[in-house]
């Protein structure tokens, strides 16, 4: 199985600072198969990034994901309060399709 | 617009069963594979398999086998997910999410979640 680890864990930023979000994998994923999500508590997770890079309908220009291989990167360029919440990376280059185990974004 | 909406939460007793539904609604239902991901409480995502919604053919993911059974009803557009034998480390919420169209196996819609709570 493909481990995806995220980090940090915890990344503590103030609105309108940029945010870099990592996520390395065991091995390979393949060609770019890598996705994004984003939670809020009580909420179900939103797609932001397939693909490694493409954004997902109707999300802002501010989100964008980068990487191949083995490492890849979100990048929220500059943070607005409604980005603060919990972003999972996924891999779907191999059943099983793991994900990562989350990077808090809180506000400092 | 596309929605998956799922059915409510449950509370069940060690040993019960329980089964979770997940309606789909504004596209064709046959023509995108749901995937079920379960979320331990204050814990990450962890995917359980997926039910080709074409063939009604489920893959189950390590640890999900056994007591774990996807299934579909197509003339309602609804995918189930059963777990028999529920014990108390099954307490978690249950998503549904779609795969797009276009292929690869991310997942472009949700559903909302059922929490399942399992105690005594």
């Known amino acids: 199985d493909i481990v995806l680890t995220q980090s940090p864990g915890t990344l503590s930023l103030s609105p309108g600072e940029r945010a870099t979000l990592s996520c390395r994998a065991s091995q390979s994923v393949g060609s770019a198969y890598l996705a994004w999500y984003q939670q809020k508590p009580g909420q179900a997770p939103r797609l932001l990034i397939y693909g490694a890079s493409s954004r997902a309908t109707g999300i802002p220009d501010r989100f964008s994901g980068s990487g191949s291989g083995t490492d890849f990167t979100l990048t929220i360029s500059r943070l607005e309060p409604e980005d603060f919440a919990v972003y999972y990376c996924q891999q779907y280059g191999s059943s099983p399709y793991t994900f990562g185990q989350g990077t808090k974004l809180e506000i400092k | 617009q596309v929605q998956l909406v799922q059915s409510g939460s449950e509370l069940k007793k060690p040993g019960a069963s329980v089964k979770v539904s997940c309606r789909a609604s504004?596209?064709?239902?046959?023509?995108?594979?749901l995937h079920w991901v379960r979320q331990a409480p204050g814990q990450g995502l962890e995917w359980m398999g997926w039910i080709n919604t074409n063939t009604g053919n489920p893959a189950y993911a390590q640890g999900f086998t056994g007591r774990c059974v996807f299934s579909l009803d197509t003339s309602v557009s609804t995918a189930y997910l059963q777990i028999s034998s529920l014990k108390a480390e099954d307490t978690a919420i249950y998503y549904c999410?779609?795969?797009?169209?276009?292929?690869?196996?991310?997942?472009?819609?949700w559903g909302q979640g059922a929490l399942v709570t399992v105690s005594s």
């Open positions: 504004g596209y064709t239902f046959t023509h995108n594979a």
């Open positions: 999410a779609r795969v797009p169209s276009s292929g690869g196996c991310y997942f472009d819609y």
